[in-house]
T-cell receptor, first 115, second 112 residues
Framework: EAQVTQNPRYLITVTGKKLTVTCSQN?????MSWYRQDPGLGLRQIYY???????DKGDVPEGYKVSRKEKRNFPLILESPSPNQTSLYFC??????????????FGAGSRLTVL | DAKTTQPPSMDCAEGRAANLPCNHS???????VYWYRQIHSQGPQYIIH???NNETNEMASLIITEDRKSSTLILPHATLRDTAVYYC?????????????FGKGITLSVRP
C-alpha cells in the first residue's frame, strides 16, 4: 500500500532530551515536507526537501533539523526540545500525478508532548 | 505561491450540497488550485485540484471562476462524515515544489 509512515505516533519527553521523528514513504516521491499543527494556527511548514541532499526552511524552522540522505526517508530532529514544540506533526510527500500537478500524501501524524 | 482566503466556518444539512468558497485573487497563470480536508486530527487528505476548467471526481466538484480569482468546492450530498476542516491552497505545478502554506482552512459542520 502506498503510504507515508511516521514514528512514533505518540511521544512524551522532557525538555532538552534529543529526539527524532522518522518519516518514510514507499512511493519514490522526490518531495517531502514536515508540518506542525497547533490549535488556531492551522498547518505550518517546518522544512521541506525537493530531493536527496536538498532541504530548505519552511515557515517555522527554528528548533528543528532535517536530513535527506535517502529518497524514502526524511527524519525530523529536535536537538533540544522545549515545551513550545509540543504539537501534532505531519510528514508529507508528493510527486507529479499529471503534468503540472502535485498531490501531497500525508502521514497519520505524530503527537509530541515536551514537559 | 498565491495566498488564499477562506471563511473560518460554515455548516450545512446532511444530504444537501455543501459549497465551500475560496478566494485567491493573486493567483498566477501556472498555479493550480488544490483542496484537501482533515478529519479530526488525521493527516490531511487530497480531494481535488484544477487549473482553469471545472473538475469533478468521486468526492467533489471544483468550480473555478473565469478570472481564476476564486473557486468553490462542492460536496453534492454532504454526510456527517464530511464534517472536517477543508483547506484551499494554490501552488505551482511540476518542478516547483517549494514552500507550501495551508493556512487555517474552513471548518465544515454537517448537521443531521
Amino acid at each position: 500500500e502506498a503510504q507515508v509512515t511516521q514514528n512514533p505516533r505518540y511521544l512524551i519527553t522532557v525538555t532538552g532530551k534529543k529526539l527524532t521523528v522518522t518519516c518514510s514513504q514507499n512511493m519514490n516521491h522526490e518531495y517531502m515536507s514536515w508540518y506542525r499543527q497547533d490549535p488556531g494556527l492551522g498547518l505550518r511548514q517546518i522544512y521541506y526537501s525537493m530531493n536527496v541532499e536538498v532541504t530548505d526552511k519552511g515557515d517555522v524552522p527554528e528548533g528543528y533539523k532535517v536530513s535527506r540522505k535517502e529518497k524514502r526517508n526524511f527524519p525530523l530532529i529536535l536537538e533540544s526540545p522545549s515545551p513550545n514544540q509540543t504539537s501534532l506533526y505531519f510528514c508529507a510527500s508528493s510527486s507529479p500525478i499529471s503534468p503540472g500537478a502535485n498531490v501531497l500524501t500525508f502521514g497519520a501524524g505524530s503527537r509530541l508532548t515536551v514537559l | 505561491d498565491a495566498k488564499t482566503t477562506q471563511p473560518p466556518s460554515m455548516d450545512c444539512a446532511e444530504g444537501r450540497a455543501a459549497n465551500l468558497p475560496c478566494n485567491h485573487s493573486t493567483i498566477s497563470g501556472n498555479e493550480y488550485v488544490y483542496w484537501y480536508r482533515q478529519i479530526h486530527s488525521q493527516g490531511p487528505q487530497y480531494i481535488i485540484h484544477g487549473l482553469k476548467n471545472n473538475e469533478t471526481n468521486e468526492m467533489a466538484s471544483l468550480i473555478i471562476t473565469e478570472d481564476r480569482k476564486s473557486s468553490t468546492l462542492i460536496l453534492p450530498h454532504a454526510t456527517l462524515r464530511d464534517t472536517a476542516v477543508y483547506y484551499c491552497i494554490v501552488r505551482v505545478g511540476t518542478g516547483a515544489n517549494s514552500k507550501l502554506t495551508f493556512g487555517k482552512g474552513i471548518t465544515l459542520s454537517v448537521r443531521p
